[in-house]
């Protein structure tokens, strides 16, 4: 039986709108699988399988995912109860999601959720995520079907209630931009007092603004000029929220500050990376299949992601391990023999791609600087092409993205090394030695 | 090519064309050139799939739907296709170190005529300064397996053709592919049903090899299915070679390279007996009058110069990418025109680009499908792998096939467990030989001379006690 502190559902095979970065499939079958997902849920059938795998003492937080998870709150909220929870997560602490918001049935089930919640003797808080991009030049242009003036007045509406009724949760919202957005507002000065005044209104109303870079993307080295102006102009006026690659470079300076890690060492990986998947969490999808991350649960691909594979490839790997590679495998304890195998060779797998990732990006950075499709530093500088990959690898990587577009889980398209190599990376260095200087003399 | 770089598709296109010219290109146009240029990298056209045989351990029998999909299977535009790149690197002057022509191996003799034909007028474009009448300056390799030796005319054909081509002071070699005597019918069974391995097929064989002008090597492949007849094969393919070529059994290494198949199904007691049989071979040698005659520091020569490519791995460069040709040689599938990283993975998801054809001809721009995979692979140390980086054989490793890693484990980059092993077992046999025959120190001091960087690291893996195949004899317990 796997352990896992953190557990990730999928519990939603549909979604109400259609983001254009989005990797979910849309399709009428998706909808069918939603309706069989909810007599699951109802019967409680898709908890048996959640125990029926991981051990139930060990959870303590669950993340739902989707598709948008909320479509299915509402029977979820007709069976939890104290005796749900003390039959399946006797030691739960806290569940999050993520929701867009959008239409008011997200909003009534989120009700009937808290309604439920509320009820339960047992104290659990509640994370609730929601997807604003912007304002509407952003936001309704990439959310097709999503409009935030209606999204934000939900938010008021449920932060209302949150105040009141359920002091249990905490609310928090996620705003993912693509590269035409920093096209758009690195060259529109209209625009971008725009979204300050936007992420000003929302950091009024207690909420925090931190813009997220889709994944993978397809950036070009324009996004990524237009990325380089972006993130100098909003760490001039003191906007550090809209700069993710500003919060990486700081991540990483304290990371080696704190932790000495050489920047070879593999373990670097699940130091620093953003991803938990596989490290705290693990994810189970609908035929009660694990897997490393949510990411693979709807994709045709990522068979390499999960940990229940089909029985051929246990015998190819599973069986065929020898005594010294278990011994050094990072595996759970009490696991099953033939479980603990296939897991820690997955675990093993992603965990130790690291070197593998560097050699392949470093590279890769050279031939792009060499295309000119970085800026020139990176041809001139080996330490900055260094960070570079560093910050490329082990800031944002998402095995889950790179399996789909390249094919191998090691492999990335090299798309965010463009927007974060042609300018931005060194504007948010320079920015940071700028901080740390004033820190010191100060 | 100066491509307008305004989207992803565009800028993945013009680096990979950057990528392109780094590494195979601007050699070859160097190459052509000067005709002096070393290390320029080999270009392999993969034909077909198609084959007369159905070998057990064969990636195509296994995976060839995948590999090389039907509706691009097919020979005869698969060799225009090859004829439409010669005529492309002719035009761009362009050189590459030799062309290896890959299958499968179900050409008819009019289509080997057709290939023959166009590689010749290739041929006879290259300049002068190129053609040195050696293998190792440019030259073209043909693995043959020899079931069609039968057919008088395809007999004729093959010997004419590889005189021809000496005539321009190009070498052709064929590379003959079969398992020997107590191999072939368990190994490499035929299509056909009227085929059978006979003493008149070897024979004939034989009388081939007498007849070239520049005599064919033999690569057989020790597999599962066939390793434990292995000891009495081995002895047969001596006798065979010296017989063949009239030679000593000093100089049977010239002709044969073994080659262990990659598969993840070996099992312990295929390792086993793969253990069993390179213990075997050593002491055959160090026995042999010809070859060691009991001397132990021929036996250490006999070692260094490759032990029949056994101990190739051993002796290997380091640092050191992959051992095989992959970071060596540009591989089309000239079925659909597309550059693969290597012809054991050619899955879509892998399928670097396309050549553009515009009037039957190469425009010179790739169009690119994902390629990734080409990247990683060329520029890839199997050292950095997850598995490779913490190995306790892996300065000593010939290294793992990415084609059967991701069979294995469906991830290039992760080697199955089986084939370490079996890895394992190569060079556990190779150092106990070496230990058996006092000369364990001294291949010890020689190593250093290939690996100046890891010494240290050879050092305490090979004084190690624990070095002493426990690990083996623990897996096998």
């Known amino acids: 039986m796997l352990k896992a502190n953190n557990i990730s559902l999928n519990f939603s095979e549909t979604c109400n709108i259609s983001c254009t970065y989005c990797f979910v499939p849309h399709n009428k079958e998706a909808n069918h699988l939603n309706i069989r997902l909810r007599e699951d849920i109802l019967s409680l059938a898709f908890f048996d399988r959640v125990v029926a795998r991981f051990d139930k003492q060990e959870i303590e937080y669950l993340g739902l995912w989707g598709g948008e998870p909320t479509l299915n709150l509402d029977v979820f909220s007709t069976i939890l109860t104290d005796s749900f929870i003390s039959d399946y997560f006797p030691n739960l602490k806290n569940i999050h999601f993520s929701t867009n918001l959008s239409k008011s049935i997200s909003l009534s089930n989120i009700y009937l959720f808290l309604e439920a919640v509320k009820k339960l003797e047992k104290p659990l808080t509640i994370s609730i995520q929601t997807s604003i991009d912007g304002p509407a030049f952003l936001h309704d242009i990439h959310r097709r079907g999503s409009e935030v003036s209606t999204v934000l007045s939900n938010l008021e509406n449920l932060q209302g209630q949150v105040q009141t009724l359920y002091p249990f949760v905490t609310l928090t919202v996620k705003p993912t931009y693509s590269g035409d957005e920093y096209v758009l507002l690195s060259s529109n000065s209209e625009y971008l007092e725009a979204v300050f005044a936007f992420s000003d209104y929302l950091r009024n109303r207690g909420h925090r603004y931190g813009v997220t870079s889709a994944i993978p993307g397809r950036y070009t080295v324009k996004d990524g000029k237009a990325y380089g102006v972006f993130t100098q102009k909003v760490l001039d006026r003191g906007y550090s929220n809209f700069s993710e690659i500003y919060d990486l470079v700081q991540k990483l300076f304290q990371r080696v500050r704190d932790t000495k890690y050489h920047s070879r060492r593999p373990d670097l990986l699940t130091a620093f990376s953003f991803c938990s998947a596989g490290n705290s969490s693990l994810a189970i999808d609908n035929t009660g299949a694990a897997h490393l991350c949510q990411g693979t649960f709807l994709s045709m691909l990522g068979e390499e992601m999960r940990i229940d594979s089909p029985k051929d490839k246990l015998e190819k790997v599973g069986l065929s391990f020898d005594k010294t590679a278990l011994r050094t495998a990072i595996s759970p304890a009490n696991t099953s023999a033939l479980e603990e195998q296939m897991y820690s060779y997955v675990i093993r797998a992603v965990t130790r791609t690291a070197l593998t990732t560097m050699n392949y990006t470093k590279s890769f950075l050279k031939i792009l600087a060499i295309s000119n499709q970085l800026s020139p530093i990176y041809k001139e500088d080996e330490d900055m092409l260094n960070l570079l990959a560093a910050i490329v690898i082990f800031g944002k990587y998402c095995i889950n993205s790179n399996l789909l577009t390249t094919g191998a889980f090691e492999l990335h398209t090299g798309s965010l090394a463009k927007l974060y190599g042609n300018g931005a990376l060194e504007a948010a260095l320079s920015h940071h030695l700028k901080q740390q200087h004033k820190k010191e003399n100060a | ?477």
């Not at chain 2, 064969?58 to 691009?72: A, F, Q």
């Not at chain 2, 020569?301 to 002796?315: A, H, M, P, V, Y």
């Not at chain 2, 890693?405 to 556990?428: G, H, L, Q, W």
Request: a negative charge; glycine letters at 4%.
């Open chain 2, 1 to 477: 090519m100066d491509l307008t770089t305004e989207t992803f598709h565009q800028e993945e296109e013009q680096w990979y064309h950057q990528f392109l010219n780094i590494h195979y290109l601007a050699s070859w146009k160097k190459n052509y050139k000067t005709g002096k240029e070393e290390n320029i990298p080999s270009l392999e056209f993969t034909l077909s799939r198609k084959c007369n045989l159905k070998c057990t351990y064969c990636y195509y029998t296994r995976h060839g739907k995948e590999l090389y999909p039907d509706p691009i299977d097919r020979v005869d535009p698969s060799i225009a296709n090859c004829e439409k790149i010669l005529e492309y690197l002719t035009r761009e002057k362009l050189a590459p170190s030799r062309i290896e022509i890959f299958g499968g191996e179900a050409v008819s003799r009019d289509q080997y005529k057709k290939l023959f034909d166009i590689l010749y007028s290739y041929v006879l474009a290259l300049p002068t300064r190129l053609k040195k009448r050696t293998s190792t300056s440019f030259s073209i390799v043909f693995p043959l397996n020899v079931i069609f030796l039968e057919d008088r005319e395809y007999y004729d054909l093959l010997i004419q053709e590889q005189k021809k081509f000496l005539e321009q002071n190009v070498v052709i070699s064929y590379s003959i592919s079969f398992d020997g005597k107590y191999c072939d019918p368990i190994s490499r069974p035929a299509h056909s049903s009227t085929f059978e391995y006979s003493d008149a097929f070897y024979s004939l064989v034989s009388r081939f090899c007498k007849d070239l002008a520049i005599p064919a090597g033999f690569h057989p492949m020790i597999s599962r299915d066939n390793v434990k007849y292995w000891k009495n094969n081995i002895d047969w393919f001596f006798d065979y070679i010296k017989d063949t070529y009239s030679v000593t059994s000093k100089d049977v290494n010239r002709f044969l390279y073994l080659l262990e198949v990659r598969n993840e199904d070996w099992s312990l007691e295929n390792v086993k007996d793969f253990y069993d049989f390179i213990v075997y071979i050593i002491d055959k040698i160090f026995e042999d009058p010809d070859i060691c005659n009991k001397d132990p520091d021929k036996l250490l020569e006999q070692i260094k110069t490759r032990l029949f490519n056994l101990s190739s791995g051993i002796f290997a460069y380091i640092p050191r990418g992959l051992t095989c040709s992959l970071q060596t040689c540009l591989y089309v599938r000239t079925g659909d025109l597309s550059i693969i990283p290597c012809h054991r993975l050619s899955y879509p998801s892998f399928i670097a680009g396309k050549f553009e054809v515009q009037e039957e001809k190469l425009t010179g721009r790739v169009i690119t499908e994902f390629p990734y995979m080409h990247l990683a692979s060329v520029n890839t140390n199997f050292q950095t792998h997850a598995d490779c980086s913490s190995c306790e054989i892996r300065s000593l490793c010939p290294g793992p096939c990415l084609g059967a890693n991701y069979e294995a484990t469906k991830d290039p980059f992760i080697a199955s467990p089986a084939m370490c092993r079996m890895e394992k077992a190569k060079v556990f046999a190779i150092l106990e030989s070496c230990k058996k025959y006092g000369i364990l120190d001294t291949l010890i001091s020689h190593l250093k001379e290939y690996s100046t960087g890891t010494f240290n690291e050879y050092r305490r893996f090979m004084l190690s006690k624990s070095m002493q195949v426990t690990l083996l004899t623990q897996s096998l317990e």
